[in-house]
């Protein structure tokens, strides 16, 4: 077990455990409820992250399109009226 403070290089033995250190099942319980909750959140900024970079890119790519669709007509950008 480590120790106290969760120091990595301090070992403390099981009989020099404190009553208050131990965690019972219920803590777990919570502890993992709490990790799953934020896994999820993180999932979900994964996915939003994800959406907005294909978002920035069908926007640039609909720029690219409209300035294309200008220089066939013989307009410059600064010509045309959003």
């Keep these: 077990m480590w120790g106290p403070n969760?120091?990595?290089g301090t070992r403390v033995g099981a009989?020099?455990?404190r009553e208050e250190d131990s965690i019972g099942e219920g803590e777990y319980t919570a502890i993992n409820?709490?990790?799953d909750q934020i896994n999820s959140c993180l999932d979900h900024?994964?996915?939003n992250d994800h959406l907005h970079a294909r978002l920035q890119e069908l926007?640039?790519?609909n720029w690219?399109?409209?300035l294309?669709?200008?220089q066939q007509l013989g307009e410059t950008p600064s010509d045309?009226?959003?």
């Design 68 to 70: 294309e669709f200008q």
């Design 45 to 47: 900024l994964e996915k």
């Design 15 to 17: 009989g020099a455990r």
């Design 6 to 8: 969760g120091d990595l």
């Design 33 to 35: 409820s709490v990790l």
């Design 64 to 66: 690219q399109t409209r």
């Design 80 to 82: 045309a009226s959003l």
């Design 59 to 61: 926007l640039e790519s």
